[in-house]
């Protein structure tokens, strides 16, 4: 794996580790469409949020119809024929109105009862003098009916695929051939013209907001097989998946145009994709905790962290484990929906250049059940090592060689005190599934 990891990395040499993201751990998502994060309201921050990423979305002129353009009452009967739950809306504390928040595919427009982009713009502000980076939240796969792009664009570069069987449903939708999902139109990465539009939409968003970048949401998921004779595919023949080479094509895109504006904005998707797709990123959200924990995986760790160390993750709970925290504290991530508390955040961020360094997954210890990664600060020499205690019983044992000269510090949530070495070994006390920090400070020179 090393082999081919050094490989890629000159055959995709990734970008520089953002400065921007380097020393932040949590992302703090969805900022936009819960009632208590509308109308560029204040309410939401805590300290947690506190100098650290955050992520707005319905940020566009929200729909005062449901999905697929119809009237609410229509919408809600709908679903009550078929005993299930009414579409999700919000209440305008403006106008009174309903609004649909995932009206996705325009990007613009600001909401202007609320105060339009003057207000955004302001709230961003605020946010950045308080050492905050904002980044907004885009999908270019979809696009909703109930936008002024949406149809259009629909029309030009939506996926066509008589195989197809949507999960989710609503009054008005399309029927088969044309894929949908989210309660919107899937919209073909790999369709020659549309990129372009993607990266001058994205370009634009960013001069209208000066935010600090974006996340292309589902970027690096497996995508769609395209079957439309309305476009011309960039890559591969008919029938064949060729979406992440045009994920890829579509960020490097992006990047281009940003390189125009700022070569330091940040672009972020929610998975990274292969190596080649991440070679072109800042960031992305990761799964690997909550869909890799279970009976095959007790102990889900992450190896491109190791490999690929220049892409950030930041980990995302959905239905995952009670440990969450310790467990992507251990693979030295950031995360997003939680994020991490202030004890937890306060350990990462004191370590920031450690873990920002070079990883070392699965390193050795002594004893059985204790599991260890390595991150090192190739520049001062200083290393963390994330102890994780997956034995079912509290360890307090000698658990890693000291190296000589070098002094030692244990830290978790609740402790911060100098570790004796003793006989050439430390000795540490971890409760079960939890994980403590052993911080490395080299001899001086």
Not at 206 to 221: C, K, N, P, Q, S
Not at 266 to 287: N, Q, R
């Amino acid at each position: 794996m090393r082999r081919y990891a050094d490989w890629s990395l000159q055959t995709w040499p990734p970008r520089p580790v953002s400065e921007k993201l380097r020393t932040r751990w949590n992302l703090h998502g969805g900022i936009g469409h819960t009632q208590n994060t509308i109308a560029y309201s204040r309410e939401w921050i805590m300290p947690s949020h506190e100098g650290q990423v955050i992520e707005f979305d319905s940020y566009w002129t929200l729909s005062d119809k449901a999905p697929w353009n119809p009237p609410w009452e229509e919408s809600d009967a709908y679903y009550a024929e078929r005993g299930q739950k009414p579409a999700r809306r919000l209440h305008d504390p403006v106008t009174g109105k309903s609004l649909y928040a995932f009206n996705r595919g325009d990007y613009d427009g600001y909401n202007p009862q609320w105060g339009g982009l003057p207000a955004f713009r302001d709230l961003i502000d605020e946010l950045r003098a308080r050492d905050y980076v904002l980044t907004l939240y885009t999908d270019p796969i979809i696009a909703c009916h109930n936008t002024k792009n949406g149809p259009e664009l629909a029309r030009k570069y939506g996926i066509i695929n008589p195989d197809w069987r949507t999960f989710h449903h609503a009054a008005n939708e399309p029927k088969p051939p044309i894929v949908h999902a989210y309660n919107s139109y899937c919209l073909d990465l790999n369709a020659e013209g549309y990129p372009e539009w993607i990266a001058s939409t994205m370009g634009r968003l960013i001069r209208d907001t000066g935010a600090d970048g974006i996340r292309l949401d589902e970027y690096g998921h497996r995508g769609y097989i395209c079957f439309s004779d309305k476009h011309r595919h960039l890559f591969g023949e008919p029938g064949q998946n060729c979406w992440l080479t045009a994920v890829k094509h579509s960020i490097e895109l992006v990047r281009a145009e940003f390189d125009k504006i700022d070569p330091t904005l940040i672009i972020m998707t929610e998975f990274p994709g292969h190596d080649a797709v991440a070679s072109t990123l800042d960031g992305a959200l990761s799964y690997n905790i909550c869909r890799r924990y279970g009976t095959a995986c007790p102990l889900p760790f992450n190896l491109f962290r190791q490999y690929f160390p220049n892409c950030k993750l930041y980990e995302i709970n959905v239905q995952g484990p009670k440990n969450f925290y310790d467990l992507s504290i251990w693979n030295g991530a950031g995360t997003c929906y939680p994020i991490y508390p202030v004890p937890y955040l306060k350990l990462l961020s004191d370590h920031s250049d450690e873990f920002s360094g070079q990883a070392e997954m699965l390193v050795p210890t002594l004893k059985p059940g204790i599991y260890a990664n390595k991150f090192t600060d190739l520049k001062t020499g200083k290393c963390v090592y994330t102890l994780y205690n997956h034995s079912g019983f509290t360890c307090h044992a000698p658990v890693l060689p000291a190296k000589p000269g070098c002094t030692y510090t244990c830290r978790d949530v609740s402790r911060n005190e100098p570790l004796p070495v003793l006989d050439g070994l430390l000795k540490v006390r971890i409760a079960p599934g939890r994980v403590v920090l052993v911080c490395e400070q080299p001899a001086k020179q």
